[in-house]
């Protein structure tokens, strides 16, 4: 017996309502048809794809959640094979999801995703704005073909392509002592407090830039927010670290901040393009990866 796109699309749409009954309203079917046709693919395959709860919904075995993305892929590619007919591949259209890390999102993502939309403006692009652990959650399960992050302990299951690398600097109020220095050395501030931005992977980094030189930051305040983390600076509460710079040196409150480069020679964090390890992109996610490469080689330093 040979499985059908229905059913596919019945089993990930059960997969993503954590439901049958939820599934079937979505999908104006009847909750048997959908039992069925996730019964029948279990056969076919001979994989238990979900473990049902009486009354409760359903869970993902591990091998559903591997099947679940290959299957998200193949009615992907199935879609855009019925646009690309239909329009005889004179354009690229559709829908297209994808991820950015959370810091890197209002520096990169507006600009690539206005000249997206000038290349190829009938891809309809939903873009989806998250930590680290989220962006790899949404690759593996297929909720976005191809995320904009940084390459720390990427998951092996993610294969990635460096855009471009960034060093770290250090950020000062106007007024601070060595705001006017050219350089600055890790050893003049780590007895000062240091402002941290807290999200997973991005404070273990800058942590470790200290540790490499055999000395530990005084952490005073820690934050999730990138512009907190300047106005906590410009108003003299610490200095922080931070790798991305804005274009202006005024904060939301009109205070200043001074961007100094470090004395040390330290590893810069690369930012990267990511994606599911063998999946193969839509026309859709190719056009997207090529603006990427673009915008980087003409605006990123490396």
């Given at each position: 017996m040979n499985y059908t796109l229905k059913q596919l699309r019945y089993f990930v749409t059960v997969a993503e309502h954590q439901s049958v009954t939820k599934a079937a309203d979505a999908l104006h079917v009847s909750q048997p048809a959908i039992s069925?046709?996730?019964?029948?693919?279990?056969?076919?395959?001979d994989l238990q794809l979900l473990i049902r709860h009486q009354a409760k919904g359903v869970d993902l075995t591990?091998?559903?959640?591997?099947?679940?993305?290959?299957?998200?892929?193949?009615?992907?590619?199935?879609?855009e094979l019925s646009a690309e007919s239909s329009e005889l591949g004179e354009s690229l259209s559709g829908g297209l999801d994808i991820g950015c890390f959370v810091t890197l999102a209002p520096f990169f993502l507006p600009a690539i995703l206005r000249q997206t939309n000038l290349q190829y403006p009938d891809i309809n692009v939903?873009?989806?704005?998250?930590?680290?652990?989220?962006?790899?959650?949404?690759?593996?399960?297929?909720?976005?073909?191809?995320?904009?992050?940084?390459?720390?302990?990427?998951?092996?299951?993610?294969?990635?392509?460096?855009?471009?690398?960034?060093?770290?600097?250090?950020?000062l109020a106007k007024d601070h002592p060595l705001a006017q220095s050219n350089m600055v050395s890790l050893k003049d501030l780590v007895h000062e407090p240091m402002i941290l931005i807290d999200l997973p992977h991005?404070?273990?980094?800058?942590?470790?830039?200290?540790?490499?030189?055999?000395?530990?930051?005084?952490?005073?305040?820690?934050?999730?927010?990138?512009?907190?983390?300047?106005g906590m600076v410009a108003n003299s509460h610490g200095y922080s670290l931070l790798n991305l710079r804005p274009a202006v040196n005024t904060t939301y409150d009109g205070a200043e901040v001074v961007c100094v480069q470090i004395k040390e020679k330290l590893e810069p964090l690369q930012v990267c393009l990511g994606w599911y390890r063998g999946i193969r992109f839509t026309r859709r996610a190719q056009a997207f990866a090529e603006?990427?490469?673009?915008?980087?080689?003409?605006?990123?330093?490396s």
């Open positions: 069925s046709a996730i019964a029948q693919l279990e056969t076919i395959f591990s091998a559903g959640r591997a099947f679940v993305v290959k299957a998200r892929q193949l009615l992907i590619h199935a879609d939903t873009m989806h704005e998250g930590a680290m652990d989220t962006l790899r959650h949404h690759l593996l399960d297929g909720t976005c073909e191809i995320v904009l992050l940084y390459e720390l302990d990427l998951d092996e299951r993610i294969e990635s392509e460096v855009m471009a690398n960034i060093p770290p600097y250090a950020l991005s404070r273990e980094y800058f942590r470790s830039l200290f540790l490499q030189l055999g000395i530990e930051p005084r952490i005073q305040h820690r934050t999730r927010s990138y512009e907190l983390i300047r603006v990427c490469r673009q915008y980087f080689s003409e605006h990123a330093k």
